[in-house]
């Protein structure tokens, strides 16, 4: 069973035009994080919340915003679009204090603009 | 076969091979490393993981190797299958009391039959 899920697996948006994408998961988690992956990169880290706590990265650009409404959601607003944010865009969760700190990822949801 | 890193993003083995793939990682402060499958067009999926006062740890037909001294990380899968062809991170989690994965370079690993 998924614990991660995020959707769309797949979008498309327009240059410049406002785009969500949602993560929700059924672990329970304290912690979420939204990452980017371009083609053969490694995930950088955009930000992550603990609890409703919002930690952005030095050098996310302001044209990535995030909301966490409740521990099972959250989103990732990107104002306008631009070529260079097409990407894989991977949500994950962890459990701040767990022995392990593992991160469980989502399958992820691969944005076009076009 | 053996990987560089960063040096060498491909490895190329053959089925039934000892593979190993090296990582360099950068915070001597880190406490706590984990190795990701990443198959095309999927999440990260965790292999395995291992804290900084261990220097080995073995899963099945894995094995990862930790060496503090030198800020150096290794996954050995052992008797490679094609099943195991896909993209290879390592991450580390520096003890900054919060959860923060920084991943490394990936390392692409091609097994042929």
């Known amino acids: 069973d998924a614990m991660v899920i995020q959707n769309p697996r797949y979008q498309v948006t327009q240059f410049g035009k406002p785009v969500t994408l949602s993560c929700s998961q059924t672990l329970n988690h304290n912690v979420m994080y939204w990452y980017q992956q371009k083609s053969s990169q490694a995930p950088k880290l955009l930000f992550h919340?603990?609890?409703?706590?919002?930690?952005n990265e030095a050098d996310t650009p302001d044209n990535f915003q995030s909301r966490r409404p409740n521990t099972s959601f959250c989103f990732l607003d990107i104002r306008s679009p631009g070529l260079g944010d097409a990407a894989m865009y991977l949500c994950?969760?962890?459990?701040?204090?767990?022995?392990?700190?593992?991160?469980?990822f989502g399958q992820g949801t691969r944005l076009t603009v076009v | 076969g053996e990987s560089v890193g960063l040096h060498l993003p491909t490895l190329s083995v053959q089925e039934g091979d000892n593979s190993i793939i090296n990582c360099a990682y950068s915070n001597s402060a880190s406490d706590y490393f984990i190795w990701y499958k990443q198959e095309s067009g999927k999440g990260p999926q965790f292999i395995i993981d291992i804290r900084s006062n261990m220097d080995k740890r073995q899963g099945q037909r894995v094995t990862v190797l930790l060496n503090k001294t030198v800020k150096h990380l290794s996954l050995q899968i052992a008797a490679t299958q094609p099943g195991d062809s896909a993209v290879y991170f390592c991450?580390?989690?520096?003890?900054?009391?919060?959860?923060?994965?920084?991943f490394g370079t990936g390392t692409r690993l091609l097994v042929s039959p």
């Open positions: 919340y603990y609890d409703k706590d919002f930690n």
């Open positions: 994950a969760t962890s459990r701040h204090g767990t022995p392990g700190g593992e991160a469980f």
């Open positions: 991450a580390e989690l520096p003890d900054t009391g919060f959860q923060k994965l920084v």
